[in-house]
């Protein structure tokens, strides 16, 4: 009973409350199409599979899409891919995203191939809330988690990908895997995330994957050690008073942080944190702007009473200060 007073206490000073309660949603990706607001998260199940660090009790295997209307009040819009129908993939739908052109929803998603390795998929339908049919095929040289898709304001493309542990980003060098390979020494620079320019069809990469650069205020790479800024997974691009901001999860000390530059490829110099940590292990993010206002959009636990696998997504408002600073939310109440 105490737990269950605790939760329903915690729920109460929460800055805001889960946007559906009839399904678990978590990692959403937040865009706006046609003036509407719509939110890709992936969907919690309970898989009945232990928790453990490669995220295996993570189990998802289908996308519901969202829809929130000007009252905040969101309607999830249905089944928009399933598992069973993408080809190539076995299990592990995670954090997803999706991108506009011409008139086309290009649905980007990782999971798990035949091979049990993390591939990044592509799905396209005529409408923002699908559904989608995925492409027969991963895309080409593609590997670990969490696409994010940033549209520039000269109408190209990017995509940023990577997430370590069940990610399996610690196991890649110069894009080939290898399972001997671990995590960096705490004094050697952090795994970062990659990015690349999208083809003109949205399918593929136009240029091989590169480094994103996270520094210091120094100009000097982030440090393995430096587990309260560095990366872990969750990469977000938005755009805001001509500057790039490169945000993400710290993983395991359960930290969005974000960093600056000039460039969609970076680098981007650390700037500091969005949101405290929420309950539950996970992080995972996106932030858009919509009706003149800019919002976060998470996930916690609450609803599920802390179960670190069944996680609701929420959207909070986000200020900026004078120089750009975004002003770090609480996501509970004193």
């Known amino acids: 009973m105490t737990n269950e007073l605790n939760f329903k206490e915690l729920a109460q000073r929460a800055i805001s409350q889960p946007l559906v309660t009839h399904i678990y949603t978590a990692d959403p990706s937040a865009h706006v199409f046609g003036g509407k607001l719509y939110i890709y998260p992936s969907h919690d199940i309970d898989a009945g599979i232990p928790f453990n660090d490669n995220g295996d009790h993570f189990g998802m295997e289908d996308y519901h899409v969202l829809s929130v209307n000007e009252n905040l009040v969101a309607k999830d819009e249905g089944v928009a891919l399933h598992v069973k129908d993408v080809p190539w993939a076995t299990r592990q739908m995670w954090a997803p995203d999706c991108a ?131 990366f872990f997974e969750a990469s977000w691009l938005h755009k805001y008073n001509g500057k790039y901001y490169f945000s993400y999860s710290t993983g395991d000390t359960h930290f969005l942080c974000y960093a600056i530059g000039d460039s969609p490829y970076g680098p981007f110099t650390y700037a500091g944190r969005i949101l405290e940590p929420v309950v539950g292990w996970t992080t995972h993010h996106s932030i858009a702007e919509w009706n003149g206002k800019w919002w976060l959009f998470y996930h916690d636990s609450v609803l599920s009473e802390g179960v670190t696998h069944l996680r609701s997504v929420k959207m909070a408002e986000i200020t900026y200060d004078e120089e750009g600073r975004i002003q770090v939310l609480k996501p509970y109440r004193e």
């Open 100 to 230: 506009e052109k011409n008139g086309k929803y290009y649905f980007y998603f990782p999971a798990r191939d035949h091979d049990q390795m993390f591939r990044i998929g592509v799905a396209v339908g005529d409408s923002p809330v699908g559904p989608f049919k995925a492409e027969p095929h991963y895309m080409k040289g593609s590997y670990s988690i969490d696409p994010a898709v940033f549209k520039d304001d000269d109408g190209s493309y990017y995509i940023y990908v990577g997430g370590i542990w069940g990610g399996q980003l610690q196991q890649y060098r110069n894009h080939k895997w290898d399972a001997g390979n671990e995590l960096p020494a705490p004094n050697e620079p952090a795994l970062r995330p990659y990015v690349a320019r999208l083809t003109d069809d949205m399918l593929e990469h136009a240029e091989p994957l590169r480094y994103v650069d996270i520094v210091d205020e120094n100009g000097d790479l982030l440090l393995e050690g430096d587990t309260d800024r560095r």
